[in-house]
């Protein structure tokens, strides 16, 4: 477990690290990026770098916590891996459940695992069940999330890299949306993010606009988030249209 950065989270815990690359969303992850650092730090946990692997010894840590916290589960990995046995998920499942204090946001590029396995798992309601939508081309991950049995259901539209059209947002609470950052960082276009705004209105959803991603794709200049002295500083900024868009789910 570490305090997170990542501005929609409050904490992030790993029971497995390490992942593979499935679509165009995953070409510059930054926990790839990571892994390699870590390893060359001699963080026992990376010593295989990027290869997937289930961490027994990080299970429980969450039974240590204080108070209540907002959990991502996996930054540095995705839970319903290929590589990740039933038995595993179960277990990490288990701990949640058994932690009603906290409140776990889980997010996958593999919905379809989720669907496969949902049966067997305890969706108690402190666990957020999300899925990644770079872009149009991988818009049905949003029609297998929703069969899922999370009583919170979330999209993460980051890195934005392309537009989605008509986007449908029946039985989604929640739509994170953001640019790329670092080495190799692909545009992101107002447009795309206003169509997804609007169509949150729309429905009544919450919207959570996390940043730009580079200050060059702002098209605001005059942005004051791009300013690391801000109290809502993020990558590139995050105005649109003047306006912070942090929402939640209730």
């Known amino acids: 477990m570490s305090k997170s950065k990542i501005e929609w989270t409050e904490e992030t815990w790993n029971p497995t690290t390490g992942c593979n690359k499935v679509s165009q969303g995953c070409k510059n992850c930054y926990a790839e990026r990571m892994s390699k650092r870590l390893k060359a730090m001699g963080v026992e946990k990376y010593q295989d770098e ?3 692997r289930m961490h027994e ?13 907002l959990v991502f ?3 540095m990995s995705d839970l319903f891996h290929e590589e990740a046995t039933l038995e595993f998920i179960q277990k990490v499942f288990k701990v949640m459940a058994d932690t009603p204090q906290h409140t776990y946001q889980l997010l996958t590029k593999r919905p379809e695992r989720v669907i496969e396995l949902n049966s067997e798992l305890n969706w108690k309601s402190n666990i957020w069940m999300g899925t990644s939508v770079e872009r149009d081309d991988v818009k049905h991950r949003i029609d ?9 259901k979330f999209l993460s539209v ?5 537009p989605i059209h008509n986007i449908n947002l029946d039985g989604i609470d929640w739509v994170i949306v953001g640019g790329e950052s670092g080495p190799g960082a692909r545009p992101l276009k ?4 206003v169509e997804i705004k609007n169509a949150c209105l729309d429905a009544n959803v919450p919207f959570f606009f996390k940043q730009w991603g580079k200050s060059e794709f702002n098209v605001n200049d005059e942005d004051p988030t791009k300013s690391k002295d801000h109290p809502q500083h993020a990558k590139g900024g995050c105005q649109l249209e003047g306006q912070v868009y942090r929402q939640m789910p209730a």
């Open 144 to 152: 297998l999330l929703r069969q899922c049995d999370a009583h919170i």
């Open 57 to 69: 010894d990080a299970l429980y840590q969450p039974h240590a916590w204080s108070g209540s916290r």
């Open 190 to 193: 107002k447009e795309w993010v």
């Open 158 to 162: 980051e890195p934005l890299i392309g």
């Open 50 to 52: 990027f290869a997937f």
């Open 73 to 75: 589960v996996n930054s």
